[in-house]
């Protein structure tokens, strides 16, 4: 019988602790299960990683009980930890924590307690049949089906236009994994955006699947969680903590939209859903499938480089064309009307067009709100949050301004309250605005709206996107909410408001968001018979990132990007490491990141350093806030670094430093 136990604890301390076992217990311990442990003057819960006879510390305390009856978590899953802490900059503990459940993670439920699933309403099998492939599709799963035989793990970017028929494939190549028994991971970007790819899966596989994403409660997501383990589900579609399902004989992972944002968490462990994807895949010698249109820099470039293997889908299905896209130069518009509207009049055209024919319109604009900044005409003050160095967005059916970062609400003011003079006016534009614009001009147009103001309540999206559906509804205005996944054969009109909105923010990604965004959105055109149009309206008609998107084409786009991303020494070329330290008082904040970029520079001269600066939003909650940038060719080198200086360094009373490791926005 082992006499400790090495445990590792979900804090931010980056070592495990030994304990005794007494003996009571020990018929139960086991790694993987969950203990309580004494912990300073607390009883926290611990993961059991290793068992051992003898340790070479005097006195260790003694485990107090174990939690579960089964083990939690298999050894790979143990492996899969110890890459994240390694790669993410955070302890073992914190990355195990990651990998379980939010229910499971406060020790409430323990593994093995009968916890009644109320909710088995297992849909009748209503299996939908199989498409037989198109060639490029059929090629595309002969190429997936030859690694699986190998039992290899391989990466494959499948880079497919919109509506290409991906996710056909994705199904097909399942298929195979279930005949050999084995089990599927898909990941999704976020499941409320994406109800239809989901309701395929059910479709298809039936009880099959397990459904996890954020919206699940506790006990919910705790059941789903079950239904794996118990092998009683064997696909599990899902957002990126899907990653974590506990399968033992997995024989292919999915990412689908690989290029998302969402797939980065950005809480602590701050790990990339599909880097995670990738190790996992590794580890159970498996394919990993990244599906996309507009795959991300860091993929494409790997692809090229000949590290995953490029498979394109490049028809759409039913030889259906690409909608044909418009830029309308909003500067010309300036200059040749009269009355000048935040709609040109090739998209008003249009728009009139689409419901005289009975067809529906998506108007997409990426911000919501009415107005997007108010100001006093009298002494020019732009009015910001209390709290935050962030404009006060207006709203126009709360009837207030909110701040967009912390949510801080007040009432608009009647008189500026500097000067106090009576000339407030309302600058820009958000969805809020788009909309009531859209129903003043077509006063019979039936107008709905999606935006995160408008699906607060559980339901919303797909009460939203049903009445959609339906044809309750002519015009559907959103934000990004409406871009991604969406297939309404309908849709024969689709209008960009600002193409500009994402292309301004100062960030290195700010091109790739926006080709990608307008390439989505695009792809919401035309998927019926009818064929579609895309209209997008910017004041920068030139800039690659819209042109590209314009034509479609993704390596033209990808051409461009590169060569600027080599010149600045970005992803894919380089990784970096945002260290973002905040505190009440600005001076403090500054100086400690000042300090902080000296310490990483006298342990290391040739580490690449930038910084400090103020963050984008450079006060958030009324905390300053300082970035320090840390680039490098290797990430655990990089994160080893920073170990090192962080354990070294003297931060003062006050001041929080979060690290994030590739972070998806500067
Ligand atoms: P993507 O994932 O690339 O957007 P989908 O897989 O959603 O594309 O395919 C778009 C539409 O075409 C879906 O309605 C799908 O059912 C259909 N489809 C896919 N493959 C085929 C095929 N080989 N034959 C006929 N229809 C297909
Ligand atoms: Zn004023
Ligand atoms: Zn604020």
Redesign the pocket.
């Known amino acids: 019988m082992p006499q400790y136990a090495e445990i590792a604890i979900a804090l931010p301390i980056d070592r495990t602790f030994h304990y005794s076992i007494p003996s009571h217990i020990s018929g139960d311990i086991a790694v993987g299960k969950r203990v309580f442990v004494p912990f300073g003057p607390r009883t926290v819960v611990g993961y059991v990683i290793s068992l051992c006879d003898a340790i070479d510390i005097k006195d260790p305390k003694s485990i107090s009980s174990v939690i579960d009856k089964e083990p939690l978590l298999s050894s790979d899953m143990f492996k899969l930890a110890g890459w994240i802490s390694d790669n993410y900059f955070c302890s073992l503990g914190e990355a195990i924590a990651a990998a379980i459940p939010g229910g499971i993670k406060k020790g409430k439920t323990s593994i093995g307690s009968r916890l009644k699933d109320k909710h088995e309403d297992i849909k009748e099998e209503i299996r939908s049949d199989p ?4 060639e490029e ?1 059929s090629m595309a799963l002969k190429a997936i089906e030859a690694s699986m035989d190998k039992g290899e793990h391989k990466t494959f970017l499948l880079h ?10 994705y199904l097909q190549a399942i298929d195979i994994v279930l005949a050999k028994g084995r089990q599927a991971i898909m990941l999704v970007p976020e499941i409320s955006l994406t109800p239809q790819t989901v309701e ?1 899966f059910v479709a298809r596989f039936g009880a099959h699947v397990a459904v996890i994403h954020s919206a699940l409660t506790d006990a919910k997501r705790f059941l789903e969680w079950k239904k794996i383990k118990e092998g009683k589900a064997r696909i599990v579609v899902g957002a990126r903590s899907a990653i974590f399902a506990p399968f033992e004989n997995i024989g292919l992972i999915i990412v689908d939209e690989e290029h998302e944002t969402s797939y980065k968490q950005d809480d602590v462990p701050r790990y990339h859903a599909r880097e995670v994807a990738e190790e996992r895949a590794r580890l159970n010698n498996c394919p990993l499938i990244l ?1 996309s ?1 507009t795959p991300s820099l860091e993929s494409y470039y790997k692809a090229k480089q000949g590290e995953y293997k490029l498979i394109r ?1 490049t028809k759409r ?2 030889e259906r064309s690409l909608p044909k896209v418009k830029i309308v130069d909003m500067r010309m518009e300036l200059a040749t009307r009269q009355r000048v509207t935040i709609f040109s009049k090739v998209l008003l055209d249009a728009v009139e067009n689409t419901l005289k024919k009975h067809k529906q319109a998506i108007i997409f604009l990426n911000r919501r709100g009415f107005s997007t900044f108010v100001n006093c005409k009298q002494c020019g003050l732009v009015l910001k949050c209390k709290r935050c160095d962030a404009v006060m967005v207006y709203h126009f059916e709360k009837k207030a301004l909110v701040c967009h970062y912390c949510g801080y609400t007040s009432s608009p003011p009647d008189i500026c309250p500097k000067c106090r003079s009576g000339y407030i006016r309302y600058f820009g534009l958000g969805t809020e605005k788009v909309e009531s614009e859209m129903s003043r001009i077509f006063v019979s147009a039936r107008i709905v709206r999606m935006d995160s103001d408008t699906t607060g309540k559980a339901g919303s999206h797909d009460r939203i996107l049903g009445e959609f559906k339906s044809g309750k509804v002519d015009l559907l205005v959103g934000t990004q909410m409406i871009a991604k996944g969406l ?1 309404f054969p309908q849709v024969t009109l689709v209008g960009v408001v600002s193409a500009d909105v994402s292309l301004n923010l100062p960030d290195f990604r700010a091109s790739e968001r926006t080709f990608n965004l307008l390439t989505q959105v695009a ?1 919401r055109a035309g ?1 019926g018979e009818d064929g579609g149009e895309v209209i997008v309206q910017t004041y920068t008609p030139h800039h690659y990132a819209i042109l590209s998107a314009a034509k479609h084409d993704y390596d033209k786009f990808y051409d461009e990007e590169i060569v600027a991303r080599k010149e600045l020494l970005f992803p894919p070329f380089v990784n970096l490491i945002k260290m973002t330290l905040r505190a009440r008082n600005e001076e403090l904040t500054s100086k400690t990141a000042g300090d902080l970029a000296a310490a990483i520079k006298s342990e290391d001269k040739d580490a690449m350093v930038a910084g400090p600066a103020p963050a984008t939003i450079s006060r958030i909650r009324g905390y300053f806030r300082y970035n320090v940038i840390l680039k490098g060719r290797d990430r655990l080198k990089l994160c080893a670094l920073l170990k090192i200086v962080l354990a070294k360094f003297k931060k003062p009373h006050g001041v929080l430093i979060a690290v994030d490791v590739d972070p998806i926005s500067m």
């Open positions: 498409h037989t492939l198109m599709q497919g236009i919109t509506a290409s028929g991906k996710t056909e494939v395929r599906g249109a889908l299905v039913e297939d792809g998927r």
